[in-house]
């Protein structure tokens, strides 16, 4: 099964929130517009539906006097009856007049609605009530206080619905219509009903009952509920064709334009989604699409933009017969009209909402680079409503395959759309926000890489915090942070994540808080990182059950934690902490003993077999009978059977090398006398070592977490690292009067292994509150930084900047969780941690960094390195190929009829060599050779002196000298040089092999080379 999504989102239809927050917006843009006469036209419609029946407009001219103040007044029928929740009034009709006012004015309120009062009491029928409506913000203090005047001042009874009012009640399902009418409301974002069923059986009942409508918008309106409830439900699909039918005569010539798009609109998408094939409606839709072109208003061309990238979906999974080079030749032209609408509009409300439609077109699926399939064939099939865990479920296991040649029109082009409105909403403070975070939030992973894409963000969530709050910004990156977590994208969706945990702990939203926390940790583990994904998990278990004791996230956090362990290959811990996770679920949550109700129990379970089946492999019993208490405590009844294998050595090696490829990972590496912990991101090996008691143990769990949490967080900031062995020995010191005792990491010789060797000691926790929590954290982070520090290759000035931000208390605060590592596991007591056997088992099987779970995003990053293009880079090998022919004439005619010499050419250019690096090695020899530099004389010799050109009297290097090894070690003397014509600065410890890993991933250095004639050719001086 092979599906391709379309580019090609499911269109989101907007909240009740985010609807009335988008007719706020229209409301105020009429003032702007010069709208009174539509405003008078949407508040008579409202009474209409809302409050009266029977209303008459008032005559003489708006805003000349001649209606006496009076928009539109009642004769004798005023309803007054509430009955039922929808809000209906029904009733008999008192002796009572009622006069509706409106008005589009913002300052001095008051002053128009009491002279509007004097206006409409001073003459004509005498007045009971009058309804004012008012497009501004009306305070509810003002709002008494005219209630009052007009008591007593006219002895009328006032009523004032402000825009607030208005927006609010013109969002609800039975003002929909007026909405529509009157706003040009985008038709395929308003929310769907709740109920379904009854109303839908009902309004199907009417129907067949042969009954002629009224061609209202109300009509309409309920003929699109039932369009689109049908089109959604699986079991309701027969009944398209039947609403499609009743819908089909809105779209005749009878009926006005706007009636005419909604209801075509409405027949495409459900051919399209409801029966998967477009075609039917084709001409009508490319009808209404050109019609489009003539089309100025913002809310009509949002319409056209969603139903062109339906178009789009429709050829892609060859359900329309409009061919490829119509919609991409249509979706130019509609670009263009959107952006002359950009330059001549005036309005910055206006301007707002056609940037966003550009940026819609923009996000459009690109055509022209999607591959026709052969004719007669559907290769692509469009994927079924369905919950993205199920399609993400569906992918894993293989059963669906997503076409990869799906891309964007221009997504940076949309992202600078979106860039240049944030600019503009100061000045349109009602545009809704909220729903263009949603419109971005669903589109983040095209936009990811892109980048302006972090300037984006941060300005619109500022611009959602200013306009809703906090925790409407958490709201904003939590959906940003699950398109991408469900885009597989785990390292893209953390800064995401981090703004939502904060946002919404600041903004006290305590479930949501912890809900984050999850993902977050679920986001470290997918990447591999285990112990950042357990104190995550930890931290929000602690949380919860510090707000409320028994609090249903606890287990979760405990049996995620602990299966962080299993995969991390410290499996004495796992066990230990499983037995604490086993007992909280067995405590807290009901059904406990239905294991396959309970993923993450699940997990678990499956894992304690697993390892008690590889223990029987190894040499020590001690593992094994470790186990089986433990088992005995937790209930081995539920352990499920392991799984066959050898016996003997040839089984004990087949399981260490299933273990290798699995996890990458000894088992019970968290055993013996000395704790080794290894990880690797990013092409960097870390190896902490110390000893394995519990205060030691928890400081470098705690130094491994911090680590996996600072290093990802700050992958927005290319450090340039080059790749490298760590190795840091680690202990505690006690802490000095609260703070942490801050003790200078020491930088050792290397190792024999070219390890960079460090000495590290960590301040031992000691219990609640005997640290400062930033202080604490700064500590750790400060030793992280500067280990890191050496292995960058940024210049100090940019390095020093980058640290100083990622010390600061605020960046400090949003690394970490909330409640330091130690204290997240401080459950586990000496005495379950000392455990006699912790020490007396051994490592067992091939030691490694978990290579098999360290996904592509933080293996060695090969992206280009900082101001390297690969026309600069060919540009370098011409001047060097200049510089070698100037500066190696004499040697190289020498050299050249030498067989010997000749032979390691050959053999050179056979590995991989550009001609250029073997001139680059040769000029190091030779200076060398004719100086014998030592790495400190070298750095005091003077350009002139060493790109001289070579006179005949220089003296020639032998050439039985030059030699393949020779050639190796003088040129690995050029790589830290090559890295600073860059604009990179090597730090610390010369080691080459970690230099020439930064040049070959990211400078091209084994690939680029110049067009140059053989400078080897024997009996040529040069030929450079």
Known sequence: MTLARQGEQDVQTWSQEELTSYLRFQLAQLRARNGHHKFEDICRDFARQNILANILPATGPVAAGGDQGRDFETFHTYLKSNLGTDGIFIGLAPDETVVFACTLQVNNIASKVMGDLSSICGTGTSVDRVFFFAEAEVAAAKRHDLIRRAHEEHNVALEIIDGVALSEALAQERNTWIAVQHLNVPTAFLPQRIKAPEWYREQKRYMQGGVELTGSYGDLMDLRSCIRYATLQADLRGDIEFWINAITPFAGNSHPQEMQDIATYEIAVARLRGLEDMTPADDSVKAYLERALTYSTPSQLEDVSVLLMYVQAAWLHRTTSINKEWILGYGQRLLRHVGNLIQTATDEGDICEFLDTKATLLCGLDLGRVAEDPPGRRAYGPVPPMPQSRLTELIQRGEVVLRQDIFLLDAEGAVNCWLELLGKIEKAPFFPIKQLAEHVSMRAPFFVNIPAWPVLTRELDLAVERQSGKSARAESAWKRATALLQADLPLESLADLVIARKNWLSGDDFDSSIRVMFATAEAFRNLGLFYAAKHYFLAAGAVASARVARHESVPASLLEACFCDFLAGNWFSFVILADYALASHSEIRGAADDVQRWDDLTSVVEALAYVRWVSTFMDSSKATSFIDRHIGITGSEQIPAAPSRSSGQDGAHEVQGQLKSDIGQQAFADCGTKREITWKMHGVSWRIRCENRRTEVMAAERFVAAAQELYTLLSDIDLVLCPSKILVDLATVRSPNGQAAHAEPRRLRSTAQQERHWKVRLTRDEGPNK????????????????????????????????????????????????????????????????????????????????????????????????????????????????????????????????????????????????????????????????????EETFGQTSPDALFASEAPQDVLIPAHLVTEDSLRTHLAFSFAATLKTWGLAPHGELIPDDYLAVLENRYGYWTVDAPHEDPFIAGESSGV
């Open 771 to 934: 640290l400062d929590f930033f202080d604490a954290h700064a500590e750790v982070a400060s030793i992280i930084l500067l280990i890191l520090s050496e292995i960058s290759l940024l210049s100090e000035e940019r390095l020093s900047e980058h640290m100083q931000q990622a010390l600061s208390p605020g960046h400090l605060e949003r690394l970490m969780p909330h409640i330091r590592y130690d204290r997240a596991i401080s459950f586990i007591d000496n005495e379950a941690f000392e455990a006699a056997s912790r020490k007396e088992i051994h490592p067992w099987g091939i030691k490694g960094f978990g290579e098999p779970l360290t996904p592509p995003s933080l293996r060695e990053i090969d992206k280009p390195g900082p101001g390297f293009t690969e026309g600069e880079a060919i540009i370098r090998c011409e001047r060097r190929y200049q510089s070698f022919a100037r500066m190696l004439p004499h040697t190289l005619m020498a050299l050249n009829a030498d067989s010997t010499f000749q032979h390691t050419v050959t053999c050179l250019r056979d590995q991989g060599w550009k001609d250029w690096h073997i001139l680059q090695a040769l000029a190091n020899q030779v200076l060398n050779y004719r100086h014998t530099f030592t």
